[in-house]
């Protein structure tokens, strides 16, 4: 079974508006943390925000926000006043801390295109 | 200057032949891994390693081999390239001191094999 599942292959959004890029996870160990990765055409995978699962808050990073719901298993991305520079794919990805804290596991991506 | 860097950027090589790609790090972290991306499937682990003694597989070592020669240097190698190893190859570290171990990513190795 998929471990991270982002649904939006694409999404659009207009330069100076907000977007919500969905991410949901599965995972049985109660004690995880929850990633979002930036990778722009260039190809680096740029770190953006992380989310531990006994968080309280959800996290904030500059204009990324992380909307953290525990019960439904999502770990939306929310990007506010898009840039032209937002443009990229992002990567949700989780890390389980008692079953594999080796390594991440990533979603497939969504291509985000910011426009003028 | 990056943190993490990786050797060569971009290669390209024939089928049958070794090849080596390198990856350095000055942020002082223990933890280093190698991934792959292939389009449409995101990332995977190859290998990791949690300090220069310590070495491990991931979901999918076959045809690969690491050598962990110091804190700093992780290198992966390809003993005998083929075709579906044409891929992405991305060196990750992360800090076991910190409760959230972030993997920070260093740019990437785009290789071909022909």
């Known amino acids: 079974a998929q471990k991270i599942t982002q649904t939006q292959p694409g999404m659009f959004v207009q330069e100076k508006e907000a977007v919500t890029l969905d991410c949901t996870y599965d995972?049985?160990?109660?004690?995880?943390?929850l990633f979002w990765y930036k990778q722009p055409s260039s190809g680096e995978m740029i770190f953006l925000i992380y989310?531990?699962?006994?968080?309280?808050q959800n996290a904030t990073e500059g204009r990324y926000s992380l909307n953290f719901q525990k019960a439904r298993k999502s770990a939306n991305l929310v990007i506010s006043a898009s840039q032209l520079g937002d443009s990229a794919m992002y990567f949700c990805?989780?890390?389980?801390?008692?079953?594999?804290?080796?390594?991440?596991?990533f979603g497939t991506g969504t291509r985000l295109l910011v426009s003028p | 200057d990056a943190d993490v860097t990786q050797t060569p950027r971009n290669r390209i090589t024939k089928t049958g032949k070794r090849i080596m790609l390198e990856c350095s790090q000055t942020?002082?972290?223990?933890?280093m891994y190698w991934y792959r991306q292939d389009p449409g499937l995101g990332l995977r682990l190859i290998y990791y390693?949690?300090?220069?003694?310590?070495?491990n597989k991931g979901e999918i070592s076959d045809g690969y081999s690491v050598s962990r020669q110091a804190q700093a240097k992780f290198s992966l190698s390809l003993e005998s390239a083929i075709p579906n190893q044409t891929a992405l190859y991305f060196c990750?570290?992360?800090?076991?001191?910190?409760?959230?171990?972030?993997?920070?990513f260093g740019p990437g190795t785009r290789l071909l094999v022909l």
């Open positions: 990750a570290t992360s800090d076991h001191g910190t409760g959230e171990e972030t993997q920070y």
């Open positions: 995972t049985s160990d109660p004690s995880y943390g």
């Open positions: 990805a989780m890390r389980e801390v008692n079953t594999g804290f080796q390594k991440l596991v």
């Open positions: 942020k002082g972290h223990d933890r």
């Open positions: 989310q531990g699962s006994y968080d309280q």
């Open positions: 390693s949690f300090d220069v003694k310590d070495i």
